[in-house]
Nanobody, 123 residues
């Protein structure tokens, strides 16, 4: 069992930056590949980025590549999402998730999810 807690969301102006954190507990963190997703009102959950268990491999959605950076620090059981050049359309609830198998972009293969953190980008 893994518990995930996101933090770092908030209100930011367009063009600004935020760094989201996700802290894990309950199991060996490096056993899990981690992902970040978001969900805006009335829209489906969207894959953003993923990172392998030991951090050597990363994946990004086309919509955020070059603006968002995923990283992890296994010694502190944390995964981060650094977000730059934020746009109003980035407004959503952001979730971190953990998986041991399957495709990084497929939300259905993630075993554990955090409660989410709200990011609001004003124009």
């Amino acid at each position: 069992q893994v518990r995930l807690v996101e933090s770092g969301g908030g209100l930011v102006q367009a063009g600004g930056s935020l760094r989201l954190s996700c802290t894990a507990s309950g199991d060996i963190f490096s056993n899990y590949h981690m992902g970040w997703f978001r969900q805006a009102p009335g829209k489906e959950r969207e894959f953003l980025a993923a990172i392998s268990g030991i951090g050597g491999i990363t994946y990004y959605a086309d919509s955020v590549e070059g603006r968002f950076t995923i990283s992890r620090y296994n010694a502190e059981n944390r995964v981060y999402l650094q977000m730059e050049s934020l746009k109003p359309e980035d407004t959503a609830v952001y979730y971190c998730a953990a998986r041991t198998r399957g495709s990084a972009q497929d939300a259905d293969v993630y075993d554990y999810w955090g409660q989410g953190t709200q990011v609001t980008v004003s124009s």
